[in-house]
């Protein structure tokens, strides 16, 4: 595909009239797909799909197109056959002043070996781990590919498998213990161990549950629930271009109003994730941008339009959003965490979240799977179901007591249109004070 790739691009180069430009964004995967319920396999399928984005580009004026390719020798055709409806339509479209495509050529290449096992043989060790219980989940697998050329003769290309495994075993009435994993490699131990762990909290699941009056109660997140509660950053929090429009839930942290604890540094590892480490304008993201450091507000996250209309240099894609998000780890031994919280509430899972109050990053969700409650540094019962309500200041401020040395890779498993790249590498987190308001 690299190759049918980059003949595309030169192609089209030698189709261009005057001052005309052009750029090509290309996303691919050949994926496997197995949903399990009732620890079997329920449904098995593959999808292999390309897409490309075509941008025809004159002075500021700019238009796209996205065609759906084959990998065959028919793109070319297809690919020509688009230009005179998008020369039409470039007559016709205002100057974007706010327009920035990479005038300075960069190329890349990133290509990941080949190290995963056929996904019937991920599916036969999912199988074997889950045997006697009633395991619900999708696999997802395979190769992802990504390119950028333009009419300069820049070509970037990134290529790499991954997987990731969206699981949960079910108990009885809604009780189930929900979790993912993921990665570039396939770790057969390691998943027997994590399902024989979720199998264990599932006992704790048939205990008589406790019901909690509202209040403020010790609390350790593991990584998938503090990684719910870093999420809605993504809602415009990150984004330079939300801080100027003092859209952002962060911008009291941005101007000096805020702190966080100096445990916390957040950092966009583009270098580390699964997303391109270049984006749809042709610049290459920096290999890390530090976002939060010490607690205290370092950068945004800048797209190219950002850049044009604030004079800033870009380091992120179109939608200013963290794809590979990272938090430093802490010196808290995982092993130790629920004799570090002593009594208070183990949060595995949250869900429903929302901003209850924007401008103090105040969030509110609900507890979900596997949440219990721990005295003197044991599980004694499962939760009942609670909401919470408070701000992100207070939880990853003051009330910030201690993060987890080990961190887990929590993987976007979505894959509507296509696999998703996002990706979270997060320690668990203890705070001294979580309010519940229901």
Not at 77 to 106: G, I
Request: with cysteine; proline share 4%; aromatic share 8%.
């Amino acid at each position: 595909m690299q190759g049918h790739f980059k003949n595309l691009a030169a192609e089209l180069a030698r189709q261009l009239h005057g001052e005309e430009g052009f750029t090509l964004w290309l996303e691919a995967e050949c994926s496997d797909f197995v949903r399990f319920n009732h620890g079997q396999v329920r449904q098995a399928g593959a999808v292999k799909q390309a897409y490309l984005e075509v941008r025809l580009v004159r002075g500021q004026r700019q238009v796209v197109q996205q065609l759906s390719f084959s990998g065959g020798e028919e793109d070319l055709a297809l690919l020509l056959d688009s230009l005179p409806a998008l020369r039409a339509a470039l007559d016709d479209v205002a100057d974007d002043p706010f327009l920035l495509l990479n005038d300075s050529p960069q190329n890349s290449e990133r290509v990941a070996a080949a190290g995963l096992p056929s996904s019937a043989a991920m599916a036969a060790d999912i199988l074997a781990a889950a045997q006697g219980h009633d395991l619900v989940g999708i696999l997802a697998a395979g190769d992802m590919s990504f390119g950028f050329a333009n009419h300069l003769g820049q070509l970037n290309w990134q290529q790499g498998g991954s997987w990731s495994f969206d699981w949960s075993l079910y108990s009885h009435g809604d009780k189930a213990v929900k979790r993912s994993l993921a990665g570039s490699e396939w770790d057969a131990g390691q998943l027997r161990r994590i399902i024989a762990e979720a199998a264990d909290q599932l006992e704790l699941l048939k205990l008589p549950p406790k019901a909690l009056q509202p209040g403020s109660y010790r609390a350790y997140f593991t990584p998938s629930a503090l990684g719910s509660l870093l999420s809605m950053l993504n809602w415009g929090g990150l984004s330079e271009k939300e801080v100027r429009s003092k859209r952002s839930s962060l911008l009291k942290l941005v101007d000096g109003e805020a702190r966080l604890s100096p445990l916390l540094t957040l950092v966009e590892a583009g270098a580390d994730g699964l997303a391109p480490q270049f984006q749809s304008e042709g610049f290459i993201k920096p290999d890390a941008v530090e976002l939060i450091v010490g607690g205290k507000h370092r950068n945004s996250l800048i797209s190219p339009r950002s850049s044009r209309e604030f004079g800033l240099v870009p380091n992120a894609g179109t939608h200013e959003a963290a794809e590979s998000l990272q938090m430093a780890a802490g010196e808290l031994p995982q092993a130790q965490a629920l004799e570090a919280l002593g009594t208070g509430v183990y949060l595995s899972n949250l869900w429903y979240l929302n901003f209850s109050d924007r401008s103090a990053c105040r969030i509110t969700g609900m507890t979900r799977f596997a949440c219990f409650w721990v005295e003197g540094g044991e599980i004694v019962a499962p939760l009942g179901v609670m909401r919470f309500d408070d701000s992100l200041f207070n939880l990853l401020g003051d009330q910030l007591e201690a993060l987890t040395q080990e961190r887990e890779l929590l993987v976007d498993a979505g894959s509507y249109g296509g696999r998703a790249t996002g990706s979270r590498h997060l320690p668990g987190a203890l705070v001294k004070s979580l309010h519940f308001s229901l």
